[in-house]
T-cell receptor
């Protein structure tokens, strides 16, 4: 079974520029998550999708971050404009729907550096 | 929201010794407690998890214990090997699938 795919793996941009990340979850996984992992910290949830609907985006900085999951499969996360403090690894994870908390499987992440 | 604290932040052990990492959580509604291992340049990988209806779970050299009354859970790695060197994260979640992660423990196994 293929794992969660993410691209690009690395991205370097100047502050105020825009950037987009792509995620393809494990086949059949209805729930998709985007996390931000700042160096030396644990992952922090940004947004959670169930199929193509948003379940929770309470920690997403909506003035600059946006995410979509059209057709309930692939997802993109966009930052516009980027700030220095956005430098982090952006992780995508997916899980099956179900009760009791679904096991989340993570992709390799995209390391973003904002100069 | 849920707050997960993890200790220690770094842990150095001699190969063959045991390693123990402890976490506490704040939300009594949390009922799912996974542990992830993250190697350099990779995403977190699930190594073991436990649900609130179980007090202990073991998988070969790895075991997790849960004390719901005290709101803490621990990871135990026995007979450590160099390949166990990594950053380990605990997390807590509930039926809405949201996970709150600890800050991580960097484990170094000395040969």
């Amino acid at each position: 079974e293929a794992g969660v795919a993410q691209s690009p793996r690395y991205k370097i941009i100047e502050k105020r520029q825009s950037v987009a990340f792509w995620c393809n979850p494990i086949s059949g996984h209805a729930t998709l998550y985007w996390y931000q992992q700042i160096l030396g910290q644990g992952p922090k949830l940004l947004i959670q999708f169930q199929n193509n609907g948003v379940v929770d985006d309470s920690q997403l900085p909506k003035d600059r971050f946006s995410a979509e999951r059209l057709k309930g499969v692939d997802s993109t996360l966009k930052i516009q404009p980027a700030k220095l403090e956005d430098s982090a690894v952006y992780l995508c994870a997916s899980s099956r729907a179900g009760q009791g908390g679904g096991t989340q499987y993570f992709g390799p992440g995209t390391r973003l550096t904002v100069l | 929201g849920e707050n997960v604290e993890q200790h220690p932040s770094t842990l150095s052990v001699q190969e063959g010794d045991s390693a123990v990492i402890k976490c506490t959580y704040s939300d009594s509604a949390s009922n799912y407690f996974p542990w992830y291992k993250q190697e350099l340049g990779k995403g977190p990988q699930l190594i073991i998890d436990i649900r609130s209806n179980v007090g202990e779970k073991k998988d070969q050299r790895i075991a997790v214990t849960l004390n719901k009354t005290a709101k803490h859970f621990s990871l135990h790695i026995t007979e450590t090997q160099p390949e166990d060197s990594a950053v380990y994260f605990c997390a807590a979640g509930s039926n809405d699938y949201k996970l709150s992660f600890g800050a991580g423990t960097t484990v170094t196994v000395r040969a």
